[in-house]
């Protein structure tokens, strides 16, 4: 059974940082492309950025020069280095297995003075 596990979620008053981290049972992490999402209040779960099992990284929207993702295969966990943050950048951030069903419960950023 495939388990991801996010935390690093919380408050934080606009322009700061937060650092997500998702952790996965076994070497799913290390062999797999593994994305974050979010998906905020009344919104569809929209995909923030991507790495693959080579360490390849895309980002989507308004994310792109304020967040990096990265994997440390060794500790079977990805992260989600989040800066300059928004109040639009609210949101539950998912990270998944790209193009699997496995998912993790979510953390709750939210960026309010």
């Known amino acids: 059974q495939v388990q991801l596990v996010e935390s690093g979620g919380g408050l934080v008053q606009p322009g700061g940082s937060l650092r997500l981290s998702c952790a996965a049972s076994?070497?799913?992490?290390?062999?797999?492309?593994i994305s974050w999402y979010r998906q905020a209040p009344g919104k569809q779960r929209e995909l923030v950025a991507t790495?693959?099992?080579?360490?390849?990284?895309n980002y989507y929207g308004s994310v792109k020069g304020r967040f990096n993702i990265s994997r440390d295969n060794a500790k079977n966990t990805v992260y989600l280095q989040m800066n300059s943050l928004k109040p639009e950048d609210t949101a539950v951030y998912y990270c998944?297995?790209?193009?699997?069903?496995?998912w993790g419960q979510g953390t709750q950023v939210s960026v309010s003075s």
């Open positions: 076994g070497s799913i992490i290390s062999m797999n492309v």
């Open positions: 998944r297995v790209a193009g699997t069903a496995y």
């Open positions: 790495i693959t099992s080579g360490g390849r990284t």
